[in-house]
């Protein structure tokens, strides 16, 4: 996609309420095509700014719970992405995790988690691609575009772009991840006394990510769990999440090794790597015969550094908004971050739509995003964390679990 020339505001000549979007990762897409859902073309003008100079999603494999995948239906772009799935999404009693032991020579299983409604597992890129495919040509989408800092009055925000013209906007909304630069900018600016969630902190996680050919798997071992299902292999210290995606014919993987004396630290260094499956073998030494077989059938993979922010207590002010990991990156345990983010585009874009309709301050838009959105965003961010220790046994009481301890693992199974 070829950048967009930006175009002069004219919200004064034709009271069009223009909002911004900083950053085209899923969440800022999300919220573009919730505002071309949700609100009239004539009413609304939006521009999406990316600092990059192509749309290019890096990560593997991704999961939306039903909550998120009913939000893409109202966006119109499940259709899409079904093509993508190995099993269509319904409301049926399904079997969503099965959880074994995997530090053992023979993988025993825990637990089978059932819920109603499948989740969907999907490559960042084919959810990235379908959200950009559904914009509607009155959402422009403008490449190498850097901010570099912004100024907020009563009635607009002026952003100002690295070798570019400044521009203003009606609502300013911060999509630009983990690292953001609006959110450090909003803290210094507006909430001075939350500093400590202006840079992210390091949980003391590493996870090595990988897509594996299914068809080698199922080759070496025809009955292998992971080929047709979502597999969680639980360890001292160490867990791994496999699951068939991109029709069945890859299995995701995400193995994850946790050091706690590291957890609230700042990481230095490189935040992904590439690595071997020759070093992803030698750290889960000892897992099991059916874990060990996924990792020798790795091509290629890369090591991640997994941070998290200190909880904010607000997510947007003014004409300023946080929105997806820029307000509340988590940790991959729930498998919840992007669906946070899909939620937060799709509550902040009917929010948008009302006040328009109503004539509403824009004000009075952030205010009730916070407090619609922080509580339930900042409860998953907690959860993913405690989620983590309960899988890798360093919750309290769980250090030395192991799967024939049969009072332990009823109230591992209560907590799960």
Known sequence: MSATEPSSNDNQATQVTHVVIIGAGI??????????????????KVDVYEQTHEIKEIGAGIVFWPRTWAIFQRLGV?????????????????????????????????????????????????????????????VKVHLSHRLTSYDESDDKVILNFEGQDSQSCDL?????????????????????????SIYPVWG????????????????ASPDHLSLHKSVLYAGDGKYCVTYPIMQGRYINMAALVTDYSKEGTRFEGPTVQETTKEHILSIFDG???????????????????????????KVAIGRVALLGDAAHAMPPNLGSGAGQAVEDAYTLAHLVGKAIKGNIPMHRVTEAYTKIRRPLANTVLR??????????FRAPGYEHFKSDDKEALNRWLERF
């Open 27 to 44: 969440g800022g897409l999300a919220f573009a095509a919730a505002l071309a859902k949700l609100v009239p073309e004539g009413e609304i």
């Open 287 to 313: 897992w099991s015969v059916e874990h060990r077989e996924l990792v020798k059938n790795i091509d290629s993979c890369s090591k991640w550094t997994v941070e998290y922010l200190n909880v904010l207590e």
């Open 204 to 219: 003391g996680t590493i996870v090595y990510r990988s897509l594996i050919n299914a068809e080698r798997v199922r080759e």
């Open 78 to 138: 499940s259709d899409t992405l079904e093509k993508h799935l190995h099993r269509k999404p319904d409301n049926e009693r399904t079997l969503v995790w099965t959880v074994r032991k995997g530090d053992e020579e023979n993988s025993a299983d825990i637990l089978e988690f059932y819920q109603d409604g499948a989740p969907a597992h999907f490559h960042r890129a084919a959810v990235q691609k379908s959200l950009l495919e559904s914009l509607p040509p009155s």
């Open 383 to 392: 959860q993913s964390r405690e989620m983590g220790r309960l899988v890798s």
């Open 172 to 196: 300013l909304v911060a999509a630009d991840g983990i690292r953001s630069h609006i959110r450090a900018e909003l803290i210094e600016k507006r909430f001075s006394d939350e500093r400590e």
